[in-house]
């Protein structure tokens, strides 16, 4: 069985109102890039929430200090590639390891 059809399987299993919810962001995401924001947006903040909840559980068990605000801006962390001369870089890694 593909994995469409047992994605179609699993999704005829659900009850009828969570039907209609994966109707509705399916839909949201076949829709042109500007209409299908929102669905975007409940996804990031639902990543959001889950490392917050992750970070809250990790410092009640003692296993870090402080919890971290959420990152809202990722153009810190946006790189640029360096150019190197030769050989892409991948292909020494990989005759190095041989």
Known sequence: ???????????????????????RRLDLLATWPEESEPLREEAGQAAIDLDQRVQQALYEAGLITEIKPPITDPTPYRREPIAIKGKPLSETVIEERR
């Open 1 to 23: 069985m593909s994995t469409v059809e047992e994605i179609v399987s699993a999704a005829k299993r659900l009850p009828l109102q969570d039907q209609a919810e994966l109707r």
